[in-house]
């Protein structure tokens, strides 16, 4: 059957990102440094998580200071280190996303020409991520501001997860077939639960409900949403598993992220049931659905990158 038009736009415009013959160093310890900023934001997202669930949004009054200084000791418990280590720990990695367009339009002779557009990209989500952590603090945590706020966290995350995974050396076996489309629904899908499990959070949408039966309606959505995205990941794994000629690579990623939705049931549902009073494993819930989310983000790209290689052209 004869590829979409669409499909073949896409594959000719993956076949430029491939990597051919030996890879730049520059381009090597760029990627490692993607990677890195990747791992970093993952955590904080969980320490942004850890901050919400011990109440300690609103422990630094102002900003971006913290009680008007860089460092308050004299104001330091654990709910103050946690919103200073929040905003530190942000600060450091935009200062990483403008080292890495700085260093992209450095070596760009040498990269792909595509990696500064996307470092520029990254940085531009990370400078709202900024905003919007600052609106957290002065809107006095109104809800659809924190929800904005993971939001941008999980694009600025994916992005890099996009970037680092171009960078990554592959020779595609061409057998992924639909594993792409699949696996990009399952992407959109756990994207949106993830939204509605920050609503959840940010309106305290559990308690309202067990405790004055309001917003149930926000609490049974985020419920309900367990379905499409757990199907849809597991679709993608069973595809995966019955495709006998897939690339290790992707293989292994489509496992993942079966192993990641089942954990994230479990917390979900200890969560529910414990009523949200043991906040490591709230947290838990979040990063995992953070992490599950990047793994979906690198298996479509990558699995793009397979399906390109049936579009180049012979030499």
Same mark, same amino acid.
């Given at each position: 059957? @004869?590829?979409? +038009?669409?499909?073949?736009? =896409? $594959?000719?415009?993956?076949? *430029? /990102?491939?990597?051919?013959? !030996?890879? #730049? ?64 720990? @942000?600060?450091? +990695?935009?200062?990483?996303? =403008? $080292?890495?367009?700085?260093? *992209? /339009?450095?070596?760009?002779? !040498?990269? #792909? ?203």
């Amino acid at each position: 059957m @004869a590829e979409s +038009i669409f499909e073949q736009k =896409i $594959a000719t415009q993956l076949q *430029s /990102l491939d990597i051919h013959g !030996e890879e #730049p160093a520059s381009q090597k310890w760029i990627r490692r440094f993607v990677w890195k900023i990747a791992v970093a934001t993952l955590l904080l997202m969980a320490v942004g998580s850890a901050t919400r669930v011990m109440n300690a949004g609103l422990a630094c009054p102002d900003w971006p200071l913290c009680y008007g200084q860089l460092i308050p000791r004299a104001q330091m418990n654990l709910q103050v280190f946690l919103e200073w280590f929040h905003r530190l720990d @942000a600060a450091l +990695i935009g200062l990483s996303a =403008i $080292a890495l367009l700085g260093l *992209s /339009l450095w070596y760009r002779r !040498e990269l #792909p020409r595509w990696l500064p557009w996307a470092s520029g990209l990254a940085l531009s989500a990370i400078v709202f991520q900024g905003v919007l952590g600052g609106l957290t603090v002065t809107k006095l945590l109104r809800f659809d501001i924190v929800t904005a706020h993971l939001g941008t966290a999980l694009l600025f995350f994916s992005i890099l997860i996009v970037i680092a995974s171009l960078l990554t050396p592959y020779s595609g076996a061409g057998t992924a077939g639909i594993l792409p489309w699949l696996g990009l629904i399952a992407t959109l899908l756990i994207y949106i639960q993830s939204l509605l499990g920050a609503l959840v959070g940010s309106q305290w949408a559990l308690h309202q409900c067990f405790s004055f039966s309001q917003l149930c309606s926000v609490m049974n959505s985020h419920i309900i949403g367990v379905v499409p995205s757990t199907l849809s990941t597991l679709t993608l794994t069973f595809v995966a598993w019955r495709s006998r000629e897939l690339h290790p690579l992707l293989r292994k990623l489509a496992n993942t992220a079966a192993g990641l939705v089942a954990l994230q049931i479990l917390l979900g549902v200890a969560t529910f049931y414990l009523h949200l009073q043991v906040e490591p494993l709230t947290v838990m819930h979040q990063g995992v659905g953070a992490a599950l989310l990047g793994t979906l983000v690198a298996f479509v790209t990558f699995a793009l990158r397979d399906r390109a290689t049936l579009t180049q052209p012979e030499t």
